[in-house]
């Protein structure tokens, strides 16, 4: 045989490879969509429910956190307080890095004292951005619901403040 023939069954080999694969994949994770369209982007441990579109002309901060992670938990008092005096159009939101019950998430917000509204991640959760390689991650999104910054570790409120204020001046000027 010589090699362009080699080449073309190699080929053909590598893909029927990827589509079994890629088949057994899909039937064993199930049907993790619901079955009819969900009301909501995201979901609160309160149940507040927030759709994206409803946010629009707000600035929306997102950390991730996880009370395996020391710096998670120093920062979270600096974040409660700028959830208590929130700039004008802000909102803030925690999210457990790891997938927990509402009843376990509620349970960590007594524990390590967490006044932020904590979303509550499932298979109909949608966010802006990627889960973050490392934590703490704060992700802020902008007024039109598109990642504007993501500030990699502790943050702290007065940090917060200013980068909000300067991406607000940045939007402002252009």
């Avoid at 490879?17 to 199930?30: E, H, K, N, P, V």
């Avoid at 934590?135 to 007065?158: H, N, Q, R």
Wanted: net charge neutral; hydrophobic share 40%; glycine share 4%.
């Amino acid at each position: 045989m010589n090699s362009a023939v080699k080449a073309i069954i190699f080929f053909l080999i590598a893909i029927a490879a990827l589509s079994g694969g890629i088949f057994t994949y899909q039937s064993q994770r199930g049907d993790l969509k619901p079955s009819k369209e969900p009301s909501y982007d995201f979901v609160t441990t309160s149940g507040q429910e927030y759709r994206w579109q409803d946010l629009a002309g707000k600035w929306t901060v997102i950390n991730y956190f996880a009370p395996w992670c020391a710096p998670c938990l120093r920062e979270m008092p600096e974040l409660n307080r700028f959830n208590t005096q929130l700039p004008d159009d802000t909102l803030i939101f925690a999210i457990n890095y790891d997938r927990k019950t509402r009843v376990e998430l509620k349970e960590m917000a007594n524990k390590f004292d967490i006044n932020v509204p904590i979303i509550f991640a499932s298979d109909a959760t949608y966010l802006p951005m990627k889960k973050p390689p490392y934590l703490p991650a704060t992700f802020i999104i902008g007024p039109d619901g598109k990642l504007s910054d993501t500030l990699m570790g502790e943050v702290s409120e007065t940090q917060l403040r200013e980068r909000i204020i300067s991406l607000k001046n940045a939007r402002n000027a252009s």
